[in-house]
């Protein structure tokens, strides 16, 4: 009975949980370094996917994106271990400033800094606090989920505010272009575009023109997953940074 009871515990989804969340809070940030490393080594132009903290990033929107696709939601642990890891990439890099004491880095402290292609802490925090309370008024006004606020805050934490956000606007708006092309497929030009005047002309004249019905205005509400289109918005930011 132990031996049962232990088992169906290992199969249970609280413990594939904390297995995958230990294995990207180590392997992947792990796998990174060695990246990273390498590709110093390989004196390649300098771009922010060459860097530990690029690897992260990626890992995780990577992992969410898998996830996401497959079950429609995005664990807590692809992003908590992204969370902690950029913070600790941050402070380290913080670190890294200090005790070279100064701003022109020497040679050695330079390298490293190449190589976490962190953000500093201030940056850190203003741009996950930016990313994560955007996507938090758009969640509470009822639009995507709570995994996506949590993955959009590692990408503001990786980027900062300015790329994370700009990020998170291109991610959206390619996410409703393709939500519009699907339904289009789905119900035909004509329904889709008519809902659409209707419901962008009941604002603007109310008295006018009524907003279609609920049932109706479900046709406009295909549902997406975020999650890759988080990765085209960070390639995006990423290609402008450069």
Known sequence: MATATHYAEYRSPQFASRASSWRLFTLLPAAGLLWALWMQQQGLPTSYYQTWSGFVLVAALVAATLVDLA?????NYVT???????ASLSLLQFVVHTADGGEALSIGAARWVGILGAQSIADYLTGFGACFGVMFLLFACGAGGGG???????IGGALGAVDGLTALVVAHIVAGTFALALAVVKYGPVAV??????????VFFPVWILPP???AARLLATPVPLSP???VGVGYAVWQMA
């Open 193 to 202: 575009f008519g809902l659409l005047g209707r419901k962008i002309g009941s």
């Open 71 to 75: 079950h429609h939601k995005i664990p």
């Open 229 to 231: 289109f988080f990765l």
């Open 148 to 154: 996506d606020v949590k993955l959009a805050a590692v």
């Open 80 to 86: 908590y271990p992204a969370w902690a890891w950029l």
């Open 213 to 215: 019905d609920r049932e």
